[in-house]
């Protein structure tokens, strides 16, 4: 089976600019196994098995793992040909982005026993995420920008730390600083994130060029400046607040978070890292 992906152009990611999306009709422009992927895409998908089918259409609204947070799930459904028998479902189990901006999406077929000809290129699928699961990673990805804002807020009693990465997964999410917090802000830094989240701030999706990034004060990453798409660079906003360069799903208000809560602050080598979760 030819992959076909090496002509493809980027995969338009719809759940950038619409992540309220849950379901989408587009078209398939490839079809391949995990095994014949080349080497740089397979390692892509080390879970995968080898026989796996790999998926890339026009569009998405499956997130695409990065940026500390999970790929969605789902399903896409094949729209019937006429003559066909049945619907054929392709169970969306992990979704990456390549280097070269193609989103693909790693799953099987189902039922197990469908022939594979019935989900081919030119094949139109209605895309189908799991609400749920968005949801979730969509709440721990902004509550973890607002812990950020939290601990800048008390810049007068914790000075000198820099956000430097961080992770948003279930029950994984954390937040690193360059500089030493003391476990004695827990409550200082509970205290601020609650305030936020009563303040029922709006959490804003946009894409800014160096000259408005430069005028907002956000600082953006080498890496992110180097992948500088033609519309700018993607930013969320919380408020009046403070912005970061985002590729993640987010919900529209602070109030929609339910509860953040400050986990284990822990420092090591002059690094501190901040866990949390979300309580709806």
């Known amino acids: ?14 759940y950038e600019s619409q992540g309220d999306l849950r379901s989408l009709l587009t078209k398939v422009v490839a079809v391949t196994h995990v095994e014949a992927l080349s080497e740089g895409d397979r390692k892509l998908f080390k879970q995968a098995l080898p026989e796996d089918l790999v998926v890339a259409t026009e569009e998405t609204i499956f997130h695409a793992q990065g940026g500390g947070q999970p790929s969605d799930t789902g399903r896409m459904v094949v729209k019937p040909g006429e003559g066909s028998e049945g619907a054929t479902s392709f169970q969306v189990q992990s979704v990456r982005r390549t280097g070269r901006a193609v989103i693909l999406h790693q799953g099987r077929l ?6 594979e000809k019935s989900l081919q290129t030119g094949s139109l699928v209605e895309q189908h995420i799991d609400g749920e699961n968005r949801e979730l990673y969509s709440r721990i990805h902004t509550g ?12 007068s009693e914790i000075p000198g730390v820099t956000e430097t990465k961080a992770q948003h997964y279930p029950d994984a999410a954390f937040v690193e600083f360059q500089g030493k917090i003391d476990a004695k802000y827990t409550d200082a830094i509970q205290g601020a994130l609650d305030e936020l989240v009563r303040r ?4 804003a999706v946009s894409w800014l060029d160096p000259q408005g990034l430069k ?3 956000i600082h953006v990453p080498e890496n992110f400046l180097r ?8 930013v969320v906003e919380i408020g009046q607040l403070g912005g970061y360069p985002c590729g993640g799903t987010h919900v529209h208000s602070t109030a929609k978070l339910g509860k953040v809560v400050v986990g284990k602050i822990s420092s090591k080598k002059g690094n501190t890292k901040i866990a949390y979760c979300t309580v709806k």
């Open 110 to 115: 189902s039922p197990a026993e469908a022939a």
């Open 215 to 217: 005028e907002k004060g």
């Open 227 to 234: 992948d500088l798409a033609p519309e700018g660079t993607r």
């Open 144 to 155: 973890g920008h607002l812990l950020g804002l939290a601990v800048r807020q008390l810049a």
């Open 1 to 14: 089976m030819a992959t076909g992906l090496e002509t493809l152009g980027s995969t338009r990611a719809v």
């Open 200 to 203: 029922d701030l709006p959490v």
